[in-house]
T-cell receptor
Framework: QQQVKQSPQSLIVQKGGISIINCAYE??????FPWYQQFPGKGPALLIA?????SEKKEGRFTISFNKSAKQFSLHIMDSQPGDSATYFC????????FGTGTRLQVFP | GAVVSQHPSRVICKSGTSVKIECRSL??????MFWYRQFPKQSLMLMAT?????????EQGVEKDKFLINHASLTLSTLTVTSAHPEDSSFYIC????????????FGQGTRLTVV
C-alpha cells in the first residue's frame, strides 16, 4: 500500500515536444502529490504539486493531471527544452512522502 | 520556494570514523525534517523522520545506532554516520517541512559521502 509506481524509466523527447510521465499510487489516504526535478549531484527541487481536490494544475509549461478514482497522476511538460533534461520523481503521501522510481528525461535539440 | 542548506556537499572519510552532515532551513521553521539516502540512478529512500525536540523515527532496516539524527532546533537537524564503512558511501539528502497542514517539503543540495 506504500508503493508509488512511476513510468517510463527513461524518456527521449525532441525539443518542442511534450514529455509525459505517469505515476500510480495505492494508498487512498495520500493527499499530497508533488513532482520533483533532480539534476546529477543535486538535491531534488519541487516543480509542482497537487492535492486531490482538483483534477489539474498548471504552472507555466508544467501540468499535473490527477485521477483520483484511478489513483493515478501524471506530469506533462509542454514545449520541452534541452534544459529540462533531468531525472523526475513523483511522490505521494500525507505527513511523509513515498517516492516513485524516477524517470530520466532527455530532450534533444 | 523555501531554502534548505545542507553541508558539506562532499566528504571523504576513512573507515571507522564518524561524519556529521548538517541540514538547515534558512527562511522558515522546520518542525519536521527527513533524511534520505540515494544510490546512483535510484530513487530516494527515506531513512528517518525527525521532529524538533523529539527522537527520530527510523524506517525499517535503518540502524538507528549507526545513523544518529538530532533535531535540536526548528532550523537545524544533523545526521551522523558513525563508524562509517565503504558500504555507507552514498548520496544523503535532507528535506525540511514547515508547520501547518501542508506536506510541502524542500530539499537540501545533498551530501556525497565516500568512505575509503
Amino acid at each position: 500500500q506504500q508503493q508509488v509506481k512511476q513510468s517510463p524509466q527513461s524518456l527521449i523527447v525532441q525539443k518542442g515536444g511534450i514529455s509525459i510521465i505517469n505515476c500510480a499510487y495505492e494508498n487512498t489516504a495520500f493527499d499530497y502529490f508533488p513532482w520533483y526535478q533532480q539534476f546529477p549531484g543535486k538535491g531534488p527541487a519541487l516543480l509542482i504539486a497537487i492535492r486531490p481536490d482538483v483534477s489539474e494544475k498548471k504552472e507555466g509549461r508544467f501540468t499535473i493531471s490527477f485521477n483520483k478514482s484511478a489513483k493515478q497522476f501524471s506530469l506533462h511538460i509542454m514545449d520541452s527544452q534541452p534544459g529540462d533534461s533531468a531525472t523526475y520523481f513523483c511522490a505521494a503521501g500525507t505527513d511523509k512522502l513515498i517516492f516513485g522510481t524516477g524517470t530520466r528525461l532527455q530532450v534533444f535539440p | 520556494g523555501a531554502v534548505v542548506s545542507q553541508h558539506p556537499s562532499r566528504v571523504i572519510c576513512k573507515s571507522g570514523t564518524s561524519v556529521k552532515i548538517e541540514c538547515r532551513s534558512l527562511d522558515f521553521q522546520a518542525t519536521t525534517m527527513f533524511w534520505y539516502r540515494q544510490f546512483p540512478k535510484q530513487s530516494l529512500m527515506l531513512m528517518a523522520t525527525s521532529n524538533e525536540g523529539s527522537k527520530a523515527t527510523y524506517e525499517q532496516g535503518v540502524e538507528k545506532d549507526k545513523f544518529l539524527i538530532n533535531h535540536a532546533s526548528l532550523t537545524l537537524s544533523t545526521l551522523t554516520v558513525t563508524s562509517a564503512h565503504p558500504e555507507d558511501s552514498s548520496f544523503y539528502i535532507c528535506s525540511a517541512q514547515g508547520q501547518g497542514a501542508t506536506a510541502e517539503a524542500f530539499f537540501g543540495q545533498g551530501t556525497r559521502l565516500t568512505v575509503v
